[in-house]
């Protein structure tokens, strides 16, 4: 019996590599209206693929992308307030252990890296790394829409747009300063503006990664004899660990600066506290 099974698996294997053969030898002379080099350019710069904004403004189509990624968020957060939250019990279900492990990634990181204030960071990086891994994750529900021209576009990540990339890396330097501003007022200005190719460093680490990505996968798309099975594998492993990643990596060292510039108040506060004199014994 078990051989049976496998010489019908290997007419099953044989089978599907026969068919994929013949679609790429039947397929293989298709043409393209673009050549490889303006598809790629016209990933970085969009200046063909654009879509129209109720109308109004031709526009990138990340922007599209991060209009429904950040509505998707916001009502499954509302969601989990209304209806899941009140129902969350000591010992915890399934979903209720997915949020808090969640939420706990997040504040155990900003503990570690920042343990004098660190609420306040954790909800940052806690909405900053949410954003960037389901953007990217987004990329592979593939939604398309219509473009200016009349093609069909397949939105990408929020964040392959370097307007976007520079946003979240402006947005993370400011926290951080703004730590440094309630822990060690001018002082912690002068700390923080130390770091000044932070955040340009933030941004285009995060716009390189996650473009990086989509310009493989858009390579594979391109060449007809790759365009099997190959692309699926490529979007899913690349998109996959660009969310990982970079969700990480930012969060990391937001948390990691925040409280660098938080740490000369604590330790001014346990040296004043250390000074002070003691009460006799006895």
Request: net charge neutral; glycine share 8%.
């Amino acid at each position: 019996m078990s051989s049976k099974r496998k010489k019908i698996s290997w007419i099953i294997f044989i089978s599907l590599v026969v068919l994929l053969l013949v679609g790429i030898i039947l397929t293989g002379h298709t043409e393209h209206e673009e050549t490889i080099q303006e598809t790629m350019k016209d990933a970085v710069l969009h200046e063909n693929n654009r879509v129209s904004f109720f109308g109004l403004v031709e526009v990138n189509p990340s922007l599209i992308s991060a209009y429904v990624v950040s509505a998707a968020i916001l009502l499954f957060a509302i969601g989990i307030r209304i209806f899941a939250v009140p129902r969350f019990k000591e010992i915890p279900g399934k979903f209720q252990m997915l949020v808090e492990s969640w939420v706990d990634l997040f504040t155990g990181l900003a503990r570690t890296n920042s343990p004098g204030n660190y609420n306040f960071v954790a909800g940052y990086i806690f909405t900053a790394g949410s954003y960037i891994f389901i953007g990217t994750i987004f990329e592979l529900i593939g939604m398309q829409v219509n473009g200016t021209k009349g093609q069909v576009i397949t939105l990408p990540a929020p964040l392959c747009d370097i307007n976007a990339a520079i946003a979240m890396g402006v947005s993370s330097y400011l926290i951080i300063m703004l730590g440094g501003v309630t822990s060690n007022g001018f002082k912690g200005i002068l700390k923080t503006l130390k770091e000044f190719s932070l955040p340009i460093s933030m941004s285009f680490r995060l716009f390189g990664a996650l473009l990086s990505g989509m310009l493989v996968t858009e390579l594979v798309y391109y060449y007809v004899s790759l365009s099997f099975v190959l692309p699926v594998i490529v979007a899913v492993l690349f998109t996959l660990m660009h969310a990982l990643i970079q969700a990480y990596v930012l969060t990391m060292l937001t948390s990691t600066y925040f409280g660098e510039v938080s740490e000369k108040h604590e330790a001014a506060k346990k040296e004043k506290k250390a000074e002070e004199p003691q009460p006799a014994e006895g």
